[in-house]
């Protein structure tokens, strides 16, 4: 099976209306580059197998749109098309602030992909940190971890059994450095699945709060703000 890579940016080439190719993907890019990018520039009349290829195995995928103001159907249809192998959850079509074409607020209403950014990515400014935290937590939230599998790993990190019975709030307070984490298509080491199950089921509420707040420090961590892996 071929590796899936972080971060894909589609940006489109120039038009009649344009001298050059748009340089929105190239700031996204810049802006994004210690994520993993990956970028193409595509036909807007791109068939769906084609895109079919081109999106199969990245975890999130970023539409640019230059000129928001003008998209019409051909651009609304690719994301449709985009959505349709990919998921909404692993798609943002990104667009500089300013008037938004009726094809693309439609799109928005049926799918929520839409992010707006300001004029300039600049270095540390407001777009760009906005930008970045969209997509880490996008990044984040398509790769679930096993909870379960989590405790037990970190509890033989640890070398503690307590690990597994202490409370899920406490376990909730353990910096990430501390983590073992586990995600539920890898290969690593396994608890007995009666006790999975048994955790899941007594103890839902705790562990969904315990599955959030880690994605809240992995989103850091990406971020790179994690503050020495403390919350």
Not at 53 to 58: E, P, R, T, W
Not at 108 to 116: E, F, K
Not at 121 to 129: C, E, H, M
Not at 147 to 153: D, E, Q, V
């Amino acid at each position: 099976m071929q590796a899936s890579e972080p971060l894909l940016i589609l940006g489109f080439g120039a038009d009649a209306n344009d001298s050059v190719a748009e340089d929105l993907p190239t700031a996204l890019a810049t802006a994004l580059a210690d994520f993993g990018v990956v970028r193409k520039t595509i036909d807007r009349k791109l068939e769906v197998g084609a895109i079919r290829d081109l999106v199969a195995n990245v975890e999130l995928v970023i539409v640019a749109v230059e000129h928001p103001e003008s998209a019409g159907v051909d651009v609304t249809r690719l994301v449709d098309q985009v959505v349709g192998v990919r998921g909404r959850e692993r798609v943002v079509v990104a667009v500089p602030k300013g008037t938004v074409s009726a094809a693309l607020l439609d799109l928005d209403r049926r799918q929520s992909v839409l992010l707006t950014l300001g004029r300039r990515l600049g270095p540390g400014s407001t777009s760009t940190q906005r930008l970045r935290k969209r997509v880490a937590a996008g990044l984040i939230a398509v790769q679930p971890l096993d909870l379960p599998a989590s405790l037990y790993r970190t509890a033989i990190q640890q070398r503690s059994v307590e690990v597994l019975a202490e409370n899920l709030s406490l376990a909730a307070s353990r910096p990430i450095r501390d983590w073992e984490l586990a995600r539920p298509e890898d290969h690593g080491l396994r608890p007995n699945p009666l006790w999975s199950s048994w955790l899941a089921a007594s103890h839902e509420l705790e562990l969904a709060r315990l599955g959030r707040h880690l994605d809240e420090l992995r989103v850091q961590m990406l971020l790179g703000d994690d503050h020495e892996g403390n919350a």
